[in-house]
């Protein structure tokens, strides 16, 4: 298997720390709202990821955090005249019936940075005791440039970065700050209302980035296999990340930096965000669209490629989910029909192929438009077999199962809606099957109309007829 390692910039052999295990954190959201398509997207990729490497056999530890204290929540609360926990509890619960929706697997961990002050601050600490932090006024910040190989990650150069910065850093800071590059740790309460808790430093909150270094390291270990999150994230924050966690610990921090393509809009193709308040709440889109097709549509293109949001896009996803879910319909009809079994060489091969292609696809950086390819070309064949006087049903049960754990990787699971009145309705495609055969033609239109109102759709086959719900 190969991943493509925003570190190094190409694709790497994926060995992981241990034989069979994967530690892997990828980045949350800062609770002030709800999440947006854009948040979701990147979601969504590493919930794909790690589902195939469970599908794979991989035991996976995956940890995603809440930020739940920073100047956004500060001042959101504020202008609601609520507190930040409350605020942080509402948009965590709303994160949380979101991704459900999207059948998101929920985290092994999701540590909120306002849970583990005692920790941020302990680290912070011995990075000041290390020389790599230093403290003024009650605001403690990061010495990027001791750090040897700051700006590794973003392959940024520091001169640029420093000189960048500098035309940023506001005139409290520029008394401050040793250079403006330098980050913050720590910072301190300027007004009453601020959520504060009490530190070495006088009484403050810690900065986005150290939140995510204490995070990561006490749940997964100092050094990690996989962190993942939105290419917005290389700089600053994962780039910070690197030179926090290395500094403190004196090892690698992540084997694998992955990180995913941005969601875009329009025909400018512009990156979806709230800055640019052009953004659409997965929260609001759920009221419209069905969760598995946005699921589905957000998980069709490779996690490093960029996704134009459209409606269009979201009908083209529902069409393709609309064949598998009939084919798989299909397909248990032919299972449960009366007729019999034959060994059917084609299907086999076609079935073992299809699995070696999917899993080629997948193991290359997680190719998700090749191996959905395959599943399409798959079906198409196997649709070609069903309307046959006899099939192979033991492979027909193993596609059935292959298709579902397929479908799955991609958050993609069809229910069963059945209901108490399956039996009456059951009792009214036998009463029209017998009126076609009588070639009473008014009493089989009377009941095909019936069932229409209904909402059932009917399917007549060579092994008879077959209904479902629209």
């Keep these: 298997m190969k991943v493509f390692n925003t570190l190094t910039r190409q694709k790497e052999e994926f060995k992981p720390l241990v034989e069979g295990r994967i530690s892997m954190y990828v980045c949350g959201p800062t609770v002030y709202n709800y999440i947006h398509i854009g948040n979701a997207r990147s979601v969504i990729a590493f919930d794909t990821i790690r589902r195939y490497f469970e599908y794979r056999g991989y035991q996976v530890k995956y940890v995603s955090n809440f930020t739940d204290v920073d100047d956004k929540m500060i001042n959101e609360a504020r202008k609601e005249g609520i507190t930040v926990p409350k605020l942080a509890e509402r948009f965590i619960d709303a994160y949380l019936q979101d991704t459900e929706a999207l059948n998101i697997e929920q985290a092994t961990l999701h540590p909120r940075a306002t849970h583990e002050i005692d920790d941020i601050i302990s680290f912070i600490q011995t990075l000041i005791d290390k020389g790599y932090a230093y403290e003024v006024d009650g605001d403690v910040y990061y010495r990027a440039k001791k750090f040897s190989d700051y700006g590794k990650l973003s392959d940024q150069n520091i001169e640029e970065l420093e000189e960048g910065a500098s035309e940023h850093v506001d005139e409290s800071q520029q008394d401050q700050k040793e250079d403006p590059i330098d980050f913050a740790l720590w910072k301190s309460q300027k007004q009453a209302d601020e959520i504060a808790w009490d530190s070495p430093w006088g009484k403050g909150r810690p900065g986005w980035h150290i939140e995510c270094s204490v995070m990561s390291t006490k749940?997964?270990?100092?050094?990690?296999?996989?962190?993942?999150?939105?290419?917005?994230?290389?700089?600053?924050?994962?780039?910070?990340?690197?030179?926090?966690?290395?500094?403190?610990?004196?090892?690698?921090?992540?084997?694998?930096?992955?990180?995913?393509?941005?969601?875009?809009?329009?025909?400018?193709?512009?990156?979806?965000?709230?800055s640019l308040h052009n953004f659409v709440t997965v929260h609001d889109i759920l009221q419209k669209v069905d969760p598995q097709v946005l699921r589905f549509y957000m998980s069709s293109v490779q996690y490093r490629r960029p996704i134009n949001y459209s409606e269009d896009g979201l009908r083209q996803a529902q069409v393709v989910l609309e064949r598998y879910k009939n084919v798989l319909r299909n397909t248990d009809a032919r299972l449960k029909d009366q007729t019999e079994s034959s060994s059917d060489r084609i299907l086999e091969e076609d079935l073992k192929q299809a699995k070696e292609e999917f899993i080629a696809a997948m193991d290359d950086d997680f190719n998700v438009q090749n191996a959905l390819s395959v599943m399409y070309d798959l079906v198409t064949k196997v649709n070609s077999h069903l309307p046959k006087d006899q099939v192979d049903k033991k492979t027909l049960e193993e596609f059935t199962i292959l298709l579902k754990q397929w479908l799955l990787i991609f958050g993609v699971a069809f229910e069963d809606k059945a209901s108490d009145d399956d039996q009456k309705i059951a009792e009214m495609v036998s009463q029209r099957d017998q009126a076609r055969k009588d070639k009473d033609w008014a009493t089989s239109d009377k009941l095909r109309d019936e069932l229409k109102a209904l909402g059932i759709v009917l399917e007549d086959t060579p092994q008879g007829t077959r209904w479902h719900r629209a």
Aim: hydrophobic share 30%; aromatic share 10%.
């Design 219 to 274: 749940y997964l270990g100092d050094t990690i296999d996989i962190h993942g999150g939105g290419q917005d994230l290389e700089f600053p924050h994962h780039e910070n990340e690197i030179a926090q966690s290395e500094a403190k610990t004196g090892k690698k921090f992540v084997n694998y930096w992955l990180h995913n393509g941005f969601v875009t809009v329009g025909k400018k193709q512009e990156k979806m965000s709230k």
